[in-house]
């Protein structure tokens, strides 16, 4: 029975990369895939890739801890050919926690809706981070209509080390940075304010775009998170 592939599920590692000599490249290293053996890309020799299936198996995992609502997935694969899935994205719709704005005084067939979205990033051939990012969607059209601003919970280069970020404590705390500004959004909606509490109100939320989670000490647990009402 054949099993189809899954790029959000993959494992990647690195092999030397010869030449057409035969000679071994000294700055430049072939990155491949575990499974189908396909080459993915050639990248530097300081390069640590991370793997498709550790980032996002970490955030589904962490999620089902904190949110107990239904998640739509949309996924993003892109690359031509072999290098199919050198670079991934996954959109993780929160929709339970979707909530309707209106449009000031006015009562409208069709009110504005904001759905909280996590998306998570990845690629093996270094043309982009390894991310993970939440913003506030307004559904506009069918691709959806982002905030200026997405929250980068996790942003690492592909070096030494850069996996550690994605452990699941570090992203429960970018999710409860996520669900704070949830609340404090969902709380401010259809009601109206003066200049002073808006002011306030955008304050608080630079605040929050500006908190970058930290690693906890030895020893040290998180604070317990949920995203259910």
């Given amino acids: 029975m054949r099993i189809e ?4 599920t993959s494992t990647v590692e690195t092999r030397p990369l010869v030449t057409e000599g035969y000679n071994v490249c000294d700055s430049y290293q072939e990155l491949f895939d575990l499974q189908t053996d396909k080459t993915l890309s050639i990248v530097s020799n300081t390069y640590k ?3 498709n299936a550790y980032i996002y198996g970490n955030i589904e995992n962490t999620l089902s801890r904190v949110y107990g609502g239904a998640i739509k997935k949309i996924d993003h694969v892109y690359g031509e ?3 199919r899935g050198a670079r991934t994205a996954r959109r993780y719709v929160l929709s339970d926690l979707k ?13 504005t809706t904001i759905t909280p979205e996590i998306w ?3 690629s093996y051939d270094g043309t982009q981070r390894a991310r993970a990012s939440f913003s506030l969607f307004d559904i506009a059209c069918e691709n959806g209509l982002a905030t200026k601003d997405m929250v980068n919970f996790i942003n690492v280069r592909h070096t030494k080390n850069a996996s550690s970020y994605f452990s699941p404590e570090i992203i429960e705390q970018g999710l409860d940075v996520a669900k704070r500004q949830i609340d404090l959004i969902r709380s401010w909606a259809n009601t109206e304010i003066d200049y002073a509490t808006a002011k306030d109100l955008l ?3 630079k605040g929050m775009n500006e908190n970058k989670p930290k690693a906890f000490p030895v020893g040290r647990k998180p604070r317990e998170t949920s995203f259910d009402r």
């Avoid at 592939?5 to 959000?8: K, R, V």
């Avoid at 909530?99 to 009110?111: E, F, K, L, M």
């Fill in 5 to 8: 592939y899954d790029p959000f």
């Fill in 49 to 51: 890739p991370i793997d």
């Fill in 120 to 122: 998570a990033f990845n």
């Fill in 81 to 83: 050919g072999m290098h």
């Fill in 203 to 205: 304050l608080a939320l």
């Fill in 99 to 111: 909530y309707d704005v209106s449009q000031g005084t006015r009562n409208t067939t069709c009110p």
